[in-house]
């Protein structure tokens, strides 16, 4: 053999042993490593610390280093020997991969690469939801199944089966992209699904709210790939993505349930205790204490092991996954499930994290209160829970007090000092309560609650007065998929009643509520009312962000102004049996000098100057010219 041959010989296999030599490295350490979380980041974030968890049998028995000249913070290890937290810092970093390596014994005995990604262009300062929009709520497994063979995946154990109510249905991510464009017809312009990561349950896993990994898409709905493209598709229309969060609990099969980090990563009393409801007992200053600890660290429900949110290492892993998610899936926003259950402090905590990333980011937490006072505590700045020296940092709430009015007051004909749509009023009465009254979401329904259309029984008239009120009122609108065709269910029949599959997301349904010429009429009335008031909506930013100025309703007559510099709007809502006839001279302070309205469904032109005369059951929208 020739000396150059030889030396090339020698260079081909000593290739060969170094590939070799690598590739042994890899088989160990995935044998080591079962899990890496958060699985990569991002370059450049304002928050340059990223704790990384990294699991796997007796991996806390290893040293940590790490290459690139990359700077370890701090180690962390718990009681349980197969968890190992290091925290480095990515400041002045650029996006890059680079290499953890576990020794024992000054010898490496596994390595793990690492990728810090490059942001999109002005992530930190994305857009969010706000007054300006719609929000569409949906159960991913009951809009439509766009892809049957994910119906019945086998790492997880629920199957699909749609004969059974409260069990899997089959719709997914790809059914919801189908059907964007029937979304963006019916005027919404951002589109809330219920939780969409994997809960592997092994029955009513279908609402996904006790997950099982939270950094994985269920498989019954898709990949992350997937939700990603839905993201995408949506911005293409012009449409926005809310996740909704939960911070609150996991599932019981979540995997980390037979293997915790540490034993306070959840509330235990040991195991299972459950909360007592009562979310007062965070700021009743007479609260006694085991009714305090009960309600902020018992269980919702026993399925649902309560997170504890002032564990730091927790607390870090939920924000990370929080802007991880955002960032990869290049979210609008948040809602997050049961706000007010959590660690008081932590979740404001948590809340202040991923606002301070994202300045414009809205999340609006479920605080499901019945008393606006309590409810307006929990928004960002509040003035009564200053008080307590408390800010939670939370943008928006829900207006739940509302939705409880709405439930009842469209069939209180006769208005009395209490009953009617005073109610409405009173409500808006309130509203100095709030640090900022834009950022609340109103709605007359959702998936937790009876359907509207069951409360009414497809009243079509009581519809319309609804929803010109969500559509003209102050804040965020809310809507309930289905409700815009007539859906109706009935909760005291178990919540699957209220979560029906919407008809025509699944082949071989007899009814396409998704195109007009598979509508009933009744679903195509319905629609058609909702479609055009939606859309007009978009136009008219008095609705948005104005000013609002309301009068005591008079025989269950309510009318209000939404007003700007430029633009005002008077709506009319005739809630009586009867005929009415108001006298616009009462109105002149918001009237001013405009002299017709332009009913916005109808285009009727109406005189200011006369009376006008509104038929019972009834709403007129007036562009004031």
């Known amino acids: 053999m020739k000396p150059n041959t030889f030396r090339s010989f020698l260079n081909i296999n000593f290739n060969q042993i170094t590939l070799l030599f690598l590739f042994l490295i890899s088989l160990n350490a995935n044998a080591q490593i079962q899990r890496v979380e958060p699985p990569f980041w991002y370059a450049g974030m304002k928050n340059p610390e990223l704790q990384i968890l990294f699991y796997g049998k007796n991996i806390a028995e290893n040293n940590v280093s790490v290459s690139n000249n990359i700077l370890i913070k701090e180690v962390k290890k718990t009681e349980n020997p197969n968890y190992i937290f290091v925290t480095i810092d990515t400041k002045n970093n650029e996006a890059q991969d680079f290499v953890f390596s576990f020794s024992k014994n000054k010898k490496v005995a596994f390595t793990q690469k690492y990728s810090l990604k490059k942001r999109k262009v002005n992530s930190a300062q994305r857009k969010s939801y706000d007054a300006s929009d719609l929000i569409y709520l949906i159960m991913p497994d009951r809009f439509a199944n766009g892809n049957p ?333 289905g409700s815009e065709i007539s859906m109706a269910g009935n909760k005291n029949e178990g919540d699957p009643a209220i979560r029906l599959d919407f008809p025509g997301g699944w082949e071989g349904d007899t009814n396409n509520a998704f195109t007009k010429t598979g509508r009933t009429a009744e679903q195509e009335q319905f629609f058609d009312f909702s479609s055009k008031l939606f859309q007009w909506r978009k136009t008219n930013d008095a609705v948005h962000f104005g000013k609002t100025t309301q009068y005591i309703p008079e025989d269950n007559v309510y009318v209000y102004f939404r007003y700007t510099d430029t633009k005002t709007v008077m709506v009319i809502i005739n809630n009586s049996d009867k005929t009415q006839t108001i006298k616009t001279n009462r109105f002149q302070e918001n009237i001013q000098n405009y002299t017709t309205g332009k009913e916005v469904l109808t285009q009727k032109t109406i005189d200011l100057k006369d009376n006008i005369t509104i038929d019972s059951q009834s709403a007129y929208i007036l562009e004031l010219n």
Request: hydrophobic fraction near 35%; glycine fraction near 6%.
């Open 149 to 481: 063979k994910n119906d019945s995946e086998k790492s997880v154990v629920e199957k699909a089966n749609r004969r059974n109510p409260g069990s899997r249905h089959g719709g997914d991510i790809e059914g919801i992209i189908k059907n964007l464009d029937y979304i963006k017809e019916l005027g919404a312009t951002a589109l809330w699904p219920t939780p969409l990561c994997e809960d592997n349950d092994s029955r009513g896993s279908y609402h996904g709210y006790g997950q099982s990994d939270v950094y994985k898409i269920d498989p019954r709905y898709g990949t992350n790939e997937d939700y990603l493209r839905l993201s995408t598709e949506l911005h293409k229309k012009d449409m926005k993505l809310i996740m909704d969060y939960v911070t609150n609990h996991w599932g019981a099969a979540h995997w980390m349930m037979n293997d915790l980090p540490t034993y306070e990563w959840l509330h235990q009393f040991p195991g299972y205790a459950q909360t007592n409801y009562h979310m007062t007992t965070q700021f009743d200053p007479n609260a006694s204490k085991i009714d305090t600890k009960m309600c902020m660290d018992g269980w919702f429900v026993k399925s649902m092991p309560d997170l504890n949110q002032s564990n730091p290492l927790l607390l870090k892993y939920l924000t990370q996954n929080a802007i991880w998610w955002i960032e990869y899936a290049d979210l609008d926003g948040f809602r997050v499930d049961t706000y007010s259950y959590n660690d008081k402090k932590g979740i404001a905590e948590w809340t202040k994290a991923i606002t301070d990333e994202y300045p414009n980011f809205n999340i609006v937490g479920e605080v499901w209160m019945h008393d606006q006072a309590q409810m307006a505590y929990w928004q960002k700045d509040s003035k009564i829970a200053a008080i307590q020296n408390y800010n939670s940092y939370l943008p928006s709430v829900m207006d739940f007090t509302l939705m409880e009015s709405t439930a009842t007051v469209f069939n209180e004909n006769q208005a009395t000092w209490d009953k009617g749509l005073i109610k409405i009023y009173e409500n808006l009465a309130n509203d100095f309560l709030y640090p900022n009254i834009n950022s609340i979401m109103t709605f007359v329904e959702n998936h937790d609650t009876n359907r509207f259309n069951e409360i009414y029984q497809k009243d079509f008239k009581k519809y319309q007065m609804a929803m010109t009120l969500i559509a003209t009122i102050r804040g965020i609108p809310q809507i309930y998929y």
